[in-house]
Structures are given as structure tokens and as C-alpha cells.
């Protein structure tokens, strides 16, 4: 069972459109991160999410925390060719330490 | 430079040969971790370790040993390497493994097991 279930999966757009990314769980997260991952090398981190419905923006991109903790979402606006990766979000879950779950990612492509 | 270095980079070997893949970071971070990551499945932790001496199993741990004598090192060992494993590494630190502190990744060990 896939503890953190991202969609869509695969996501390819038009320079300029909006889109958005989920990242659902059945469970409850004390926190959620998203990352980003281009070709060949590791994840960055992008943020963190912590209370309940908090909202954090990065440049165009805004990330929702859901308010009951199991769900979450990023946003990007007017999307760019260098928004191309894959994006990942993640979780200690029942608020454990060291043990780091990921969903499975969404490959996003934006084309000029 | 701030970094976690993996090494090698890319291995192709043998079943059954014995291979050890390292870890190592900069940063004095207490938190290391690795993972694997695999079409369709994503990225899964292997093993994790809150501090020197402590190490704890992953989602999928079986295969793999991992020590930590230095807080700096981290290496996974593969002590009988079979197809399945073929994947990509990476390895991961973080100051602590708690839920608001960023995971560091290295670039990743591509590893083919033939």
C-alpha cells in the first residue's frame, strides 16, 4: 500500500499553463515536503509543509497543506520550461523520525 | 562546498560479488540515509541512521547492510549482490531525521547487477 499517493503521474503542458500536483495519504503527516528532481541528480528539497491548511509560496509555485494533515498540493503558475522534473512529495509518517516515506513523483514536462 | 558524495557513481557488476557503495557528507549532520529508486515504485528507504552507531531498517532493507563508525560515513553494502537490486542509489543526510529538516541528497549510484 502506497502510503502517500501523488497524481497525476505523468503531466505535460505548453509554456504558460497552470498546473497542479497532488499528494493524498489516508494518514495523518506532521509535516509534508516537496522536492524536485532533475535527470541525473538527487532531490532538492522545495518546502515544507507543517500546520494544518498552511499555504507557502515559492516565486510561481504555492504549496497547500491540507487542514486535517493528509493531503497536499502544489501549484505552479504560468509554467516555464525549467519547471521540467519530477516532483516529489514526502513524509515521516505517524510522525516518527528517520523513517522517510515518498510518493512516486510526478514527471512534469513543459514545452516552449 | 556543502555535499554528500557518492561512490561510485556507476557499477556494473556480478551476482554474487560483494560490493560496497559510499557515503560520505560535509556537514557533521547526525541524520544519513539511503535509498533506492526504481521505475514505477518511486524512491524507498533502505536503511537509516539517527546518529553514529545507530542504524535502523527502511521500507526495504532486505540484502543490504549498512554501519556508521563515523558520523561522516555512511556506506551500504551489497554482500551478495543479485539482479534485482539493480537500481539507482542515492544517499541522503539531514542535520536530524526529524520531519522539518531538508534531506541533502548526493547525485546517485547507478548500479547494474547482472
Known amino acids: 500500500t502506497q502510503l502517500l499517493e501523488q497524481s497525476p503521474q505523468f503531466l505535460s503542458i505548453q509554456e504558460g499553463e497552470n498546473l497542479t500536483v497532488y499528494c493524498n495519504s489516508s494518514?495523518?503527516?506532521?509535516?509534508l515536503q516537496w522536492y524536485r528532481q532533475e535527470p541525473g541528480e538527487g532531490p532538492v528539497l522545495l518546502v515544507t509543509?507543517?500546520?494544518?491548511?498552511e499555504v507557502k509560496k515559492l516565486k510561481r509555485l504555492t504549496f497547500q497543506f491540507g487542514d486535517a494533515r493528509k493531503d497536499s498540493s502544489l501549484h505552479i503558475t504560468a509554467a516555464q520550461p525549467g519547471d521540467t522534473g519530477l516532483y516529489l512529495c514526502a513524509g515521516y509518517y505517524g510522525g516518527s523520525q528517520g523513517n522517510l516515506i515518498f510518493g512516486k513523483g510526478t514527471k512534469l514536462s513543459v514545452k516552449p | 562546498e556543502a555535499q554528500v558524495t557518492q561512490n561510485p557513481r556507476y557499477l556494473i557488476t556480478v551476482t554474487g560479488k560483494k560490493l560496497t557503495v559510499t557515503c560520505s557528507q560535509n556537514?557533521?549532520?547526525?541524520?544519513m540515509s539511503w535509498y533506492r529508486q526504481d521505475p514505477g515504485l518511486g524512491l524507498r528507504q533502505i536503511y537509516y541512521?539517527?546518529?553514529?552507531?545507530?542504524?535502523d531498517k527502511g521500507d526495504v532493507p532486505e540484502g543490504y547492510k549498512v554501519s556508521r563508525k563515523e558520523k561522516r560515513n555512511f556506506p551500504l553494502i551489497l554482500e551478495s549482490p543479485s539482479p534485482n537490486q539493480t537500481s539507482l542509489y542515492f544517499c541522503a543526510s539531514s542535520l536530524a531525521g526529524t520531519a522539518r529538516e531538508p534531506q541533502h541528497f548526493g547525485d546517485g549510484t547507478r548500479l547494474s547487477i547482472l
Open positions: 541512521s539517527m546518529n553514529v552507531e545507530v542504524t
Open positions: 494518514s495523518v503527516f506532521s509535516s
Open positions: 556537514m557533521n549532520h547526525e541524520y
Open positions: 509543509v507543517v500546520t494544518g491548511g
